[in-house]
């Protein structure tokens, strides 16, 4: 006798779409971050694909980028990137146009950065995922 069937979903995840002023520059920042490919993109909105993931860009009129750090929580979306070394790929990043604000709150553990948008993202150690 098998265990309980879990009921279907009505929906997956086709794609998360974030909010910024340029997505065209949002795309080329993450294109580079992630090595995913560009499938789509314009004035108004961009598109990513990797693997069976996709990430979106939309602009929005008068954008204003989040605040780090932001005692309120309010961050518009949050990733954590997992690498093999911090200061290589924050580095990298930074040269595709990643910032580093001074508040650093993870120690060596992780490095928080900003895309171009000014959206706050981590990287940490691959191993830790494991």
């Not at 789509?40 to 009129?61: I, K, N, W």
């Not at 928080?112 to 494991?130: E, I, K, M, Q, R």
Request: glycine share 10%; charged share 15%; hydrophobic share 45%.
């Amino acid at each position: 006798m098998s265990g309980p069937t879990e009921p279907a979903a009505p929906a997956s995840l086709a794609m998360v779409t974030i909010d910024c002023a340029d997505p065209r520059a949002e795309a080329a920042f993450w294109s580079a971050a992630l090595g995913w490919q560009v499938a789509h993109v314009e004035d108004d909105y961009a598109m990513l694909t990797g693997g069976t993931s996709a990430l979106g860009f939309g602009r929005v009129e008068g954008y204003t980028p989040p605040a780090w750090p932001d005692e309120q929580g309010v961050k518009q979306f949050h990733f954590d990137l997992a690498v093999d070394d911090i200061a290589a790929a924050e580095q990298s990043l930074v040269a595709q146009g990643a910032t580093l604000p001074d508040a650093q709150p993870g120690g060596d553990r992780w490095r928080v950065l900003l895309d171009p948008a000014g959206h706050p993202f981590c990287l940490t150690l691959a191993a830790n995922w494991s």
